[in-house]
């Protein structure tokens, strides 16, 4: 499974960016996606996640990090075969190279919030934010 990152760009703090995450797997709408922030000189991590599950009635599950729930939203777009990560009213703190994160199956909040489960990553595109 290869992964493509993309969106990434120079904004001003209050600005919107629109990150995509491409997949080349055509089962893309049943994988545990998650996106992960590597802020300059600090390790990677856990920004937002959507998993499918068949029988928590057949639906996408949502996972935010505390500090960008109410700012950021995570969705699919099954058509484009994408999950894209929309990140509005950006703060300064918000730097960083985002890297999407691929794994077959449903994950639960402590999992997909984890970089451990997750086989496939993309190369990663880099927000930059002024204040």
């Known amino acids: 499974v290869q992964l493509q990152a993309s969106g990434g760009g120079l904004v001003q703090a209050g600005d919107s960016l629109r990150l995509s995450c491409a997949a080349s797997?055509?089962?893309?709408?049943?994988?545990?996606v998650g996106w992960f922030r590597q802020a300059p000189g600090k390790e990677r991590d856990f920004v937002a996640a959507?998993?499918?599950?068949?029988?928590?009635?057949?639906?996408?599950?949502?996972y935010y990090a505390e500090h960008v729930k109410g700012r950021f939203i995570i969705s699919r777009d099954n058509v484009k075969n994408t999950v894209n990560l929309e990140m509005n009213s950006l703060e300064s703190e918000d730097t960083g190279v985002y890297y999407c994160?691929?794994?077959?199956?449903?994950?639960?909040?402590?999992?997909?919030?984890?970089?451990?489960?997750?086989?496939?990553w993309g190369q990663g595109t880099l927000v930059t934010v002024s204040s």
């Open positions: 994160a691929a794994q077959p199956g449903y994950r639960t909040s402590a999992q997909a919030m984890s970089m451990t489960p997750y086989d496939y």
């Open positions: 797997v055509r089962t893309f709408s049943t994988y545990t």
């Open positions: 959507i998993t499918w599950s068949w029988t928590g009635g057949n639906r996408d599950y949502k």
